[in-house]
């Protein structure tokens, strides 16, 4: 298994970042890691997400949600083509800190059998790639402040 673990605080209250995370369409704009993202952030919907690793390809993944609690957790599973093979688990959990300051633990967890092949580059890109996010969904939620965030 790895497990890639990042944090950011954030300086806006927990619905604003939800909005930011929830808000796939609006990835575009400001999402260098997930560059695409399309779908409804309802358990058991599948997404469509374009994810572009630095060092890295662009590659479209299609996980599940698989828990979605508003303003606390977003959370979504892939299973590669050949189930065992490689999996990965990613989740956003928003910790509210005060009236206007929200903690997020954004992480990412791989199961498989190719994990020995892959570990390396999985755990510099990715972890470069979700503390890419983390800067920019900060920077997001903080500049924005409401509807479409």
Known sequence: MIDIRTTTDIHAPPDVVWQAL??????????????????????????????????GV????RPVVIEAEANRELTWVEEGWIPGMLAGHHSFTIVPRGPNRTHVV???????????????RLETNVRE???AMNRALKARAQGGGGPGV
């Open 22 to 55: 929830t808000d796939l369409p609006k990835y575009p704009e400001w999402n260098p890691y997930i560059t695409r993202a399309n779908g409804a952030v309802e358990v058991g919907e599948r997404l469509e997400l374009r994810v572009e690793t630095p060092g």
């Open 58 to 61: 662009a590659r479209t993944r």
């Open 106 to 120: 954004h992480r990412t967890t791989f199961t498989g059998l190719l994990l020995p092949f892959v570990r390396a």
């Open 129 to 131: 790639g979700l503390e």
